[in-house]
């Protein structure tokens, strides 16, 4: 491959890359915004600076600053970066969650929003954060509820394990087990976190179709579009159909759907 050629891929990965940061900023920004100030209130009062681990296009860190924190924020996406950046004006880093560019015991608090589907490894995450506490800081995550109870992101993700190649099936599984408050309260405390509580928020969304509510997954859920897009064609399409055949489900007139998302509100004190 020439210098050229190298030149022109990694511009095309840059403008996919911003396409997909700005179809999750149209589509799951608005929704994960409605539990952000829940979110923050956990963290109770400010008692020193503040992280918001994941921030997306900043929301949090907006509520944070709304409620008195000082805070940074980060994310390991270079557009989402930018999007907080230009939302917030800063600080924004661009850093991994499993190797946090931040000292030992420097935050007395983390918030972090519907970032554990993505963490390759769960547990790393967390004792990174840990690490980053103070003795008795606080952690506040949101993450998506089970399918059961939020299929506005769990009806995709189930209908696709059922269908999908063994490797991604597993990885969907893995997903899955981070929308169950029992194992995500164990796994906490098993990195050093105690008083560990866990609540379910629940808001409604309304989207104008089935198809819009697909194309808004596919098009910006990093996660979900990059185990689909590996899937055959065959697959693709019988996942497709079978969730635009139960979306009907949650039709409420015409071609619209109201469609529950729930999330899980988790809070732990570092030990």
């Known amino acids: 491959m020439t210098a050229a050629d190298r030149a022109t891929l990694a511009d095309f990965r840059a403008r996919q890359e911003r396409r997909r940061a700005e179809a999750y900023t149209r589509f799951f920004s608005p929704v994960t915004a409605r539990f952000a100030g829940a979110l923050v209130r956990r963290l ?10 994941g ?21 390991i996406s270079p557009e989402l970066a930018a999007a907080a950046l230009a939302g917030t ?20 608090a983390v918030a972090s929003a519907f970032v554990l589907p993505h963490l390759d490894d769960l547990n790393t995450a967390l004792a990174e954060t840990r690490r980053v506490l103070r003795r008795d800081g606080v952690l506040a ?17 189930d209908l696709l394990r059922h269908r999908a190649a063994a490797t991604e099936a597993r990885l969907l599984a893995e997903a899955g087990k981070r929308t169950d408050a029992d194992h995500l309260a164990t796994r906490l405390a098993g990195v050093g976190f105690s008083e560990v509580t866990v609540e379910t928020v629940t808001t409604v ?7 819009h509510w697909w194309k808004g997954l596919v098009g910006g859920s990093c996660g979900f579009t990059e185990l689909l897009q590996v899937q055959s064609r065959e697959v693709q399409q019988a996942a497709r159909e079978a969730f635009l055949a139960e979306a009907r489900d949650f039709t409420v007139g015409g071609e619209e759907v109201a ?4 999330a899980l509100l988790i809070r732990g004190r570092a030990t």
């Open 205 to 211: 969304v309304r989207m104008p179709s089935p198809g």
């Open 141 to 157: 995550l949101a993450g998506w509820a089970s399918a059961a109870v939020s299929p506005f992101t769990g009806l995709s993700a």
């Open 259 to 262: 469609v529950p998302a729930a």
């Open 89 to 108: 004006g800063g600080p924004v880093v661009i850093g991994d969650a499993l190797r946090l560019p931040l000292a030992s015991a420097s935050l007395a």
């Open 55 to 75: 921030c997306g296009d900043g929301v949090v860190t907006r509520e944070l600053r709304a409620a008195g924190w000082v805070s940074l924020a980060l994310d």
């Open 44 to 53: 109770g009062h400010p008692t020193g600076p503040a992280l918001d681990l």
